[in-house]
C-alpha cells in the first residue's frame, strides 16, 4: 500500500523478484528492480518511489535504463583507454 505497482514474485525454481508495473502514455510496463534478499522491502520501495518520481516528471524510466545499459563497463573502459 506505501508504493503502488510495487510486486514481488517468485520463480518456479525458487528465486525471488522485485518489479515495479506502471503505466506510460496509456501503456502499461513491468521494470524488474531486483533480485531478493539482494534488494529488501525496504530498497524496493525506495526504487519504487524513484520510478514514481520519474513518471511524475514525464521521464520514462525505460528509458534511463537503456541509458545506463549503454554506459561501457569497468573492464570495457579500462581496455578502450
Known amino acids: 500500500a506505501e508504493c503502488t505497482g510495487l510486486r514481488f514474485n517468485k520463480t518456479k525454481t525458487g528465486r525471488c523478484f522485485w518489479f515495479m508495473r506502471y503505466r506510460w502514455r496509456g501503456r502499461k510496463y513491468t521494470l524488474k528492480l531486483g533480485e531478493f534478499p539482494g534488494m529488501n522491502l525496504k530498497d524496493a520501495r525506495q526504487r ?34
Open 48 to 81: 519504487g518511489w524513484e520510478i514514481r518520481g520519474m513518471l511524475a516528471r514525464g521521464d520514462d524510466p525505460r528509458n534511463a535504463r537503456e541509458e545506463r545499459m549503454k554506459m561501457p563497463t569497468l573492464r570495457e573502459f579500462i581496455e578502450q583507454q
